[in-house]
């Protein structure tokens, strides 16, 4: 949620959403294709794609959301 900018209102309104989004690369298609380990495809895939908990620090950073969204929704990643 963004920042109300009326009036007296404090806080955020509406709704918004935090994105990662992995591409299936020829590197990732091997390991995949190899049985890699979860923890080797994510190694991987995290050098090109940012984390859930990044697109939100920078949401935060926006002034789109607040640092605690950001941590209750995504506190198990």
Do not use: C, F
């Amino acid at each position: 949620p963004g920042p109300e900018a009326a009036g007296r209102n404090a806080g955020y309104k509406g709704r918004t959403g935090l994105y990662e989004l992995i591409v299936i690369d020829e590197t990732l298609r091997r390991l995949i294709h190899e049985g890699a380990s979860e923890a080797q495809m994510l190694l991987h895939a995290r050098k090109s794609t940012p984390a859930m908990l990044e697109d939100g620090w920078n949401k935060v950073i926006a002034g789109i959301t607040s640092a605690d969204e950001v941590l209750r929704v995504t506190r198990d990643e």
